[in-house]
């Protein structure tokens, strides 16, 4: 089959001062709806997590994680699926770039949400599907920049250019003209399914599409503190930072916010790789 040919994305250095987050009102949305994994296989990886890693509790999707789990499938199909509120911009494009240079079939499905930066990793699916109820969420570069004011200006000017790559990427995926994109990531643009659809980011509304959210919300009450307390402090404005430091002191963030159980879930291959390194060993 032949594959999209979608650009490799532009990387940038991560500046010094910077500090990535998730929006707030999609934190907050994302927090409610905790999305438990179905059956999943070797092909299958689940990003139901923040974006980036949160080095206070060891959590969040990294590139790191993911590339590691495409040299476990190997050569074959990928099914990615998402619910996440977005994160850090600086590892949503750098999983795009492993993604859609991988040299097998890529299935974007959204369970739930996928926001900020979690919609760039989107695009980089050969086909993305909705499921019934799910939503996909742009908006321009974010985070929080802490200096003096030549540290503010040439934030300003680094932001003008993380956002012309992003649009370079959705523009690839959808085909819609600059300019409407740069309207809709100015406007904090919030697409269901259909409208998704209608606009080019995404391909297919599959009501077969779905997550167990049941047993999300019973599976572990410590996820859903996790969850809500973070949500409720970003929506007060405390930064991704403090909003750990607060959690660690309440003694809240030693529980997951990943509502995938099953270390195959979240990392696809693994067990595939584990057995494989055990073949070895014994050999």
Known sequence: MSLRKLPEAKTFQRPQNFQWDAPSDVLAKWAETPLAAGESDDGTITMFDVIGEDWWTGGGVTAKRISAALRSIGNKDVTVKINSPGGDMFEGIAIYNLLRSHPAKVTVEVLGWAASAASIIAMAGDEIRMGLGSFMMIHNAWGVVIGNRHDMRASADLFDGFDSAIVDIYEARTGMKRTEIETLMDAETFMGPSEAVKNGFADVVDDG???????????????MARRQTEAAL????????????????M????????????PAARDAGFEAAARQFISILKS
């Open 209 to 223: 599409i779905e997550a167990n959210t049941a047993d999300a919300k019973n599976m572990d009450r410590g996820l």
């Open 234 to 249: 970003a929506k007060a404005g405390f930064s991704r930072d403090k909003r750990s430091e607060l959690l660690m002191e």
């Open 251 to 262: 003694g809240v963030s030693a529980a997951q916010r990943d509502a995938s159980r099953k």
